[in-house]
């Protein structure tokens, strides 16, 4: 997968984000010691985005994740997103990796952003959804986030808009 480097990024803030070590970074970049903006840097571990017939687009107003395969609307989810204070970040993200039963507040099913601390996942708290509530997650109904998970694979491209 290629990451395009965003003002103020580092080789260690993007390990981070991917998940991937320092050191399997940098084998996969050999040379690159400087990063620019918009400099591509393969992230390993992860298949082409472009190879992956499905995307994901979350609006925090509407409150809502669609699921696409080739661009057609396949399913449309209700979700819960960041309160005033811990926003959802917009942006355009991937999926790194999954966990099932993470424990906690997480419900059923964590899906990892490529944003260090953010995902998408179910709640023990179904009461949510719709709300302003989370520290930025997106939250969903634990069935419907098993079922998206059922169908998109890690690096399924999430872009998220207000």
Known sequence: ??????????????????????QRLY?????????????RIQIPGLPESNTIPFSVQISIRKRRLALYQNGKL???????????????????YVIVNRQMNPGGPYGVLWLSLSKQGYGIH?????SSIGKAVSHGCV????????????????????????
């Open 74 to 92: 396949m399913k449309i989810y209700p979700i819960a997103v960041g309160k005033m204070l811990t926003h959802t970040p917009t942006g355009e």
């Open 122 to 126: 179910g709640t023990n708290d179904p």
């Open 27 to 39: 084998a996969a970049n050999p040379g690159v010691s400087h990063l620019y903006v918009g400099q």
């Open 1 to 22: 997968m290629i990451h395009i480097v965003k003002q103020g990024e580092t080789l260690a803030t993007i390990s981070a984000d991917y998940r991937v070590s320092l």
């Open 139 to 162: 939250r969903m109904y634990n069935r419907d986030v098993l079922d998206l998970a059922s169908i998109i694979p890690n690096g399924t491209r999430v872009i998220i808009g207000q």
